[in-house]
């Protein structure tokens, strides 16, 4: 399950599993194309990451109508022994919303 589009060798402070968890939290109607798209992923890879995070009740898919609706369950705990006791709502409070605009230097904003 391999990033497309970074540079060989690089890494993130986030993994592809929470990219998406946070991808799905901030549009739960998304198709899995466009979360693919969002997290610089394939889409067969989203789809595992989806049914990994399923699986572990992450997360619940809902069928509406044609398409898919996902329901994140925010008291869901960590699994790495590091973040033990700590759930996944303060993830999901960090990085659901849009990220702040970039702030402007000073010759940017004359």
Do not use: K
């Not at 998304?30 to 399923?54: F, G, H, K, M, S």
């Not at 919303?97 to 230097?105: E, I, L, N, Q, S």
Request: proline share 6%.
């Amino acid at each position: 399950m391999g990033d497309v589009g970074l540079p060989r060798g690089s890494w993130t402070f986030l993994t592809s599993h929470a990219r998406v968890l946070l991808a799905l939290a901030r549009d739960p109607e998304a198709r899995l194309r466009e979360v693919a798209e969002t997290c610089v992923l394939t889409e067969r890879t989203v789809q595992a990451i989806v049914a990994d995070l399923e699986q572990e009740g992450y997360l619940t898919r809902v069928r509406e109508g044609r398409r898919n609706h996902y329901r994140i369950t925010p008291g869901a705990q960590f699994r790495h022994p590091a973040e033990a006791g700590r759930d996944i709502a303060g993830l999901l409070a960090l990085f659901a919303d849009d990220p702040p605009a970039p702030r402007r230097t000073r010759r940017e904003r004359t």
